[in-house]
């Protein structure tokens, strides 16, 4: 068998199965494999990964991807090869992850207003322009994929093309039950290097999900401490000095001990938030009907990721790999949500901080342009309006592709019921999707087994339960710099190190921000978040001390044993009342336990109970605004 790849990686001989490094290969061969991403110099048009014989692509969750080995390879080789082209190119892993933040400069001759990245955070266009984002990401890196393909010969070329046709940008689905392993996949943490299982051996090859490296010139561009000493991305660093290491094993363990937490968010955003507006981003609004949004979960996996490194810093956070991976599982739960709620959508608002295209106080609308990504060769930018359909981007997603809402509603129950806060104590005695559908592919995306639904057993009589969330309210620039907020049920550590993995830690959100916050009091944005807290009562309420269905008794635990606490990211604790505009509350809902696996529960009204949190510090009291 002959098989050759042409990439950036040490030549290897395996058997007759050859790799060529690029570092020795004639520069028109090497040219070649970035032939598909050369484009005219004219504006630069985002249409996402193109669709071939009329089928849409769906993109996978990362541990579904691994399953199909020719895919997987490609994905790897191309984000090796990626991610080593020249940063003069506008279509290079640097610049495309530079758009997102520093070094703030132009990127595709669009000019910035303010000297901060293009994205849009505490922003109704949150969501919708990381999509397009996503989508140029994807685009390129599918140009990537079939450079190599194309320089495959042999017996395994047909196979190796057929899977670059369909080659999507995986998504990392923290949200669901990793089913005994870690929740963050061992392909992006815990190694630089990674093996390659082919057809007649193995390599190993450095890890382009783990880290992106920076060149020694790149360090240029970042004025920061400590971003312009660290030679690659990091990830929980253990110090500020050149030298700092990733902690690989804190990270996973921290994203392991909130995982509950991001099902049960996840859950209750497509359960109780009809409206965009309340759904998309984590500006606080008055008296809304909840606290939470897409753009808080997105902001708790940032911090527990990057916890002081890139991914916990807006300007930073896009040249670590695993942003993409995140980004793209952020997208699909919007997309998710779409299809549960077609007729909402983005509504005009004003932009607390703007963004590097838009000045702070704008007002926005699903008009606005979002800006650099144009939809175009002649100047025209996609719109929150025109990103509304993701097939005309080039792909979809296995929860939604082809199904009415039951089917969506079907598809999301069997993925994420069992960790909801009304988890029952018994599985329901039969196959799942009661034995009909054989549609599994929401279970299989997510790389998941022995998924089964779980009954809904709230009060066996009316058929309802009780949800208890904790609220959380601060200013986003509260600690002039990113930040967590703990909340516990029961004792624990007073050691500030040990917070984000306690065994009585509910859950921990974060508040990331840029590198340097603003100081104008008429740019201080008020973010919001939650942690659910009903899994951790039902855990708690097994030793009799308190009766769930109880409300006042439920009340007296939470008084008694509900704790929160700040810590910076460098894991120093900040005293509470020294945490500008903090106000953590409880609120509850009678949900109403749905009928069956096609059907969500029925949320009724938050109700607050200040008692709980009065007169606590950096808690919310009797007569202030909710």
Request: charged share 20%; glycine share 6%; with cysteine.
């Amino acid at each position: 068998m002959s098989f050759t790849i042409h990439l950036q990686i040490a030549f290897l001989y395996l058997c007759t199965f050859t790799f060529v490094s690029v570092l020795g290969v004639p520069v028109h061969e090497r040219e070649a494999i970035h032939e598909n991403v050369r484009r005219q110099a004219d504006s630069f048009a985002v249409k996402g990964a193109p669709v071939i014989n009329g089928s849409v692509p769906q993109r996978l969750e990362i541990r579904q991807l691994r399953k199909n080995n020719a895919q997987w390879n490609l994905y790897l080789l191309a984000m090796n090869e990626y991610q080593k082209m020249d940063k003069a190119d506008r279509r290079s892993y640097y610049q495309l992850s530079g758009i997102h933040g520093r070094p703030f400069t132009e990127w595709d001759s669009v000019p910035l207003v303010q000297q901060i990245g293009y994205c849009f955070h505490t922003s109704n266009l949150f969501s919708t322009w990381h999509r397009p984002y996503m989508a140029l990401f994807e685009q390129i890196l599918y140009d990537v994929v079939q450079g190599l393909a194309d320089n495959i010969t042999g017996d395994t070329k047909g196979e190796y093309k057929t899977a670059a046709a369909t080659f999507r940008h995986p998504y990392w689905d923290w949200a669901a039950d990793p089913s005994g392993g870690p929740v963050l996949p061992a392909p992006v943490s815990g190694s630089p290097w990674i093996v390659i299982n082919l057809p007649n051996g193995s390599t190993t090859i450095s890890n382009p999900l783990y880290q992106f490296s920076f060149a020694a010139a790149d360090l240029g561009d970042f004025p920061d401490n400590p971003f312009n000493k660290w030679s690659t991305t990091m990830r929980y660093p253990n110090s500020k000095n050149a030298d700092a290491k990733s902690q690989d094993a804190l990270v996973s363990r921290q994203i392991d001990q909130s995982q509950d937490t991001y099902s049960q968010r996840f859950m209750t955003l497509l359960q109780a938030y009809p409206a965009f507006a309340n759904f998309s981003n984590s500006q606080w609004t008055p008296n809304s009907p909840g606290y939470d949004s897409l753009e808080a979960l997105h902001n708790q996996i940032h911090g527990l990721i990057g916890n002081g490194g890139h991914m916990s810093i807006i300007d930073y956070a896009g040249f670590d790999p695993v942003f993409w991976l995140h980004h793209c599982q952020v997208d699909r739960l919007l997309a998710i949500w779409q299809a549960l709620y077609p007729d909402s959508w983005v509504v005009p608002g004003n932009e607390r901080y703007g963004s590097g295209t838009v000045a702070a106080g704008t007002r926005t609308d699903e008009n606005t342009p979002l800006r650099p990504f144009h939809s175009d060769n002649r100047g025209n930018f996609w719109t929150s309006k025109a990103v509304r359909d993701i097939e005309q981007l080039g792909y979809s997603y296995p929860e939604i592709q082809g199904k009415d809402v039951a089917g969506v509603k079907q598809a999301v129950n069997a993925l994420y019921s069992k960790s909801s806060g009304k988890t029952i104590s018994r599985r329901e005695a039969r196959p799942p999707w009661g034995g009909s559908s054989t549609d599994l592919a929401p279970l299989i995306a997510a790389g998941l087994t022995n998924t089964a639904p779980f009954l809904s057993m709230g009060n066996p009589t009316s058929g309802t339960y009780t949800e208890w969330i904790a609220n959380i309210r601060v200013a986003k620039d509260a600690v002039h710099e990113a930040f967590f907020i703990h909340a516990f049920v029961g004792d624990f550590n007073p050691d500030p190190h040990t917070w984000s993995t306690e065994a009585n830690l509910v859950g921990t959100h974060s508040i990331v921000t840029p590198y340097v916050t603003t100081s104008d009091p008429e740019k201080r944005a008020i973010v919001t978040g939650t942690i659910p807290l009903t899994k951790a009562l039902r855990k708690h309420a097994h030793d009799g001390s308190f009766k769930l269905e109880d409300t006042a008794s439920v009340k007296a635990y939470l008084l008694k044993n509900l704790h929160w606490r700040i810590t910076r990211m460098d894991d120093t604790e900040v005293p509470r009342d020294q945490v500008a505009d903090l106000k953590f509350s409880v609120v509850s809902s009678t949900v109403t336990a749905a009928q069956s696996d096609s059907e969500f529960p029925s949320w009724g009204e938050f109700k607050a109970h200040l008692d709980i949190t009065n007169g606590r510090p950096g808690g919310l009291s009797f007569g202030e605004a909710l």
